[in-house]
């Protein structure tokens, strides 16, 4: 039997300050779901899917064409997805620049003949699965994040829950 091949997306990684505020807001919500690991907190800018070993090298110069924006993403809004059951903190109004990014990483990516998600991109870092209501309407301290790398990430889904490998990291 081969191996399935690799689901890969493309993500920012918080830097330790943001992780620990991050992880501080999950303590004080506290809320009746399942909460995501630190280490595993990110923010997801495109979703790939299984994609072809050999093309990771591909996938790799194509991320180092890009440079991330100097704009902060601002994280102040608490949401829910219901279908997933996830709740998240994500940006009230994402930045235009990040937007432009996204879009323009994902115009790239399809050219290059990769399949990409094509929802509408929430920017957000999902803090619980398996929240079964939306979170109370509190106010929540924003967090300031200016990432620094764009990082390739693989997923691997274990009984333990997924397991986040960085590939690669171009600042």
């Known amino acids: 039997m081969s191996q399935a091949e690799p689901r890969l997306f493309f993500a920012l990684w918080p830097g330790p300050a943001e992780r620990a505020r991050l992880v501080e807001l999950q303590t004080r919500l506290a809320a009746p779901g399942r909460r995501i690991a630190a280490e595993r907190l990110h923010l997801t800018l495109v979703f790939l899917g299984e994609v072809d070993r050999a093309r990771l090298d591909t996938l790799a110069s194509l991320a180092a064409r890009f440079c991330l924006p100097t704009e902060a993403l601002v994280l102040d809004r608490l949401g829910w997805f219901k279908q997933?059951?996830?709740?998240?903190l994500g940006c009230n109004q994402a930045p235009a620049v990040w937007t432009g990014l996204v879009r323009t990483l994902s115009e790239r990516l399809i050219e290059a003949g990769f399949r990409v998600d094509g929802r509408d991109w929430v920017p957000h870092v999902t803090l619980y699965r398996n929240l079964r209501k939306a979170f109370d309407m509190i106010t929540v301290e924003a967090v300031h994040w200016t990432p620094e790398a764009l990082c390739l990430v693989r997923s691997e889904r274990l009984q333990?829950?997924?397991?986040?490998?960085v590939l690669g990291r171009w600042p």
């Not at 333990?160 to 490998?165: E, N």
């Open 160 to 165: 333990s829950g997924p397991k986040y490998t």
């Open 84 to 88: 997933a059951g996830s709740g998240w």
